[in-house]
């Protein structure tokens, strides 16, 4: 268990488009939520859920979790963050040096994944953090939904993109994967509380547009995002169709 100043913080809005009520949906008797939070609750002692929605409220109050209520109209994870970090810390009448992001659709998240990121912030030079894990499948490569990350020598990210990146001139692509060490990155975000604040302010920048990966906003603008390896995969469900997949794959009894 984690005893820093750091708070774990768990965006879930109740509107989908693609899975409505998605944080209240059965997964094995308990709610996607609160398995969420469960896995949070292994590697954090201070962890909310960041709600949009009476019904996750009684939800998360239902099990004993603890819960802020947010704008409805954050566009982000980031900026619902960033509410709940002002919510709690007037409740709690103190403050916290770093915050957990938590995704709220993926139930099955490692504790190791979350103690991992909050190490990173043992360095007074970081910033945000997140992780990348080694990429095996030539299939992810080129699957426009899993971001690919490239890095320098000092663990620090230089660009994400949905295409493969970097681009191997001088090899058949079907060996690419094979080549050289790409990296797939995994949503899973911290950051230091007065940056969390900051980048809350700054408007969608122009790479940030064309990819849709709203960290490249932070690069644009001259933040540095550390990255640490994970040998766990992320399982996100997005869908129905996820949920029975994952229902199917037999990981509810590992």
Same mark, same amino acid.
């Given at each position: 268990?984690?005893? #820093?100043?750091?708070?774990? +913080? +768990?965006?879930?809005?109740?509107?989908?488009?693609?899975?409505?009520?998605?944080?209240?949906?059965?997964?094995?008797?308990?709610?996607? +939520?609160?398995?969420?939070?469960? #896995?949070?609750?292994?590697?954090?002692?201070?962890?909310?859920?960041?709600?949009?929605? =009476?019904?996750?409220?009684?939800? $998360?109050?239902?099990?004993?979790?603890?819960? $802020?209520?947010?704008?409805?109209?954050? #566009?982000?994870?980031?900026?619902?963050?960033?509410?709940?970090?002002?919510?709690?810390?007037?409740?709690?009448?103190?403050?916290?040096?770093? $915050?957990?992001? %938590?995704?709220?659709? =993926?139930?099955?998240?490692?504790?190791?994944?979350?103690?991992?990121?909050?190490?990173?912030?043992?360095?007074?030079?970081? =910033? %945000?953090?997140?992780?990348?894990?080694?990429?095996?499948?030539?299939?992810?490569?080129?699957?426009?939904?899993?971001?690919?990350?490239?890095?320098?020598?000092?663990?620090?990210?230089?660009?994400?993109?949905?295409?493969?990146?970097?681009?191997?001139?001088?090899?058949?692509?079907?060996?690419?994967?094979?080549?050289?060490?790409?990296?797939?990155?995994?949503?899973?975000?911290?950051?230091?509380?007065? %940056?969390?604040? #900051?980048?809350?302010?700054?408007?969608?920048?122009?790479?940030?547009?064309?990819?849709?990966?709203?960290?490249?906003?932070?690069?644009?603008?001259?933040?540095?995002?550390?990255?640490?390896?994970?040998?766990?995969?992320?399982?996100?469900?997005?869908?129905?169709?996820?949920? =029975?997949? $994952?229902?199917?794959?037999?990981?509810?009894?590992?």
């Amino acid at each position: 268990m984690i005893e #820093q100043s750091i708070v774990g +913080i +768990i965006p879930a809005r109740y509107a989908s488009t693609r899975f409505p009520g998605k944080p209240l949906a059965d997964i094995g008797g308990k709610t996607m +939520i609160q398995r969420v939070y469960e #896995q949070a609750s292994k590697a954090l002692t201070n962890v909310y859920v960041a709600i949009d929605d =009476e019904r996750i409220l009684n939800t $998360v109050k239902g099990f004993g979790g603890k819960a $802020v209520m947010t704008d409805t109209a954050h #566009q982000s994870g980031t900026d619902r963050c960033t509410e709940a970090l002002m919510l709690i810390e007037a409740a709690e009448k103190r403050t916290y040096d770093v $915050v957990i992001n %938590i995704q709220g659709d =993926e139930p099955f998240v490692e504790p190791e994944m979350i103690e991992t990121l909050a190490a990173c912030f043992m360095s007074p030079m970081t =910033e %945000i953090a997140t992780l990348i894990k080694p990429l095996q499948k030539a299939d992810d490569l080129w699957d426009a939904n899993k971001p690919k990350v490239i890095i320098n020598p000092q663990y620090e990210a230089i660009y994400f993109s949905r295409s493969p990146i970097p681009y191997l001139r001088q090899q058949p692509k079907e060996v690419w994967h094979l080549k050289h060490n790409y990296y797939l990155h995994i949503g899973l975000y911290a950051y230091r509380s007065d %940056i969390l604040r #900051q980048i809350s302010t700054l408007k969608p920048s122009n790479l940030e547009l064309a990819e849709s990966l709203e960290q490249l906003r932070w690069l644009e603008n001259n933040y540095k995002i550390t990255v640490r390896l994970s040998k766990h995969d992320s399982i996100g469900i997005d869908s129905p169709e996820d949920l =029975e997949r $994952v229902l199917q794959s037999g990981l509810l009894n590992k």
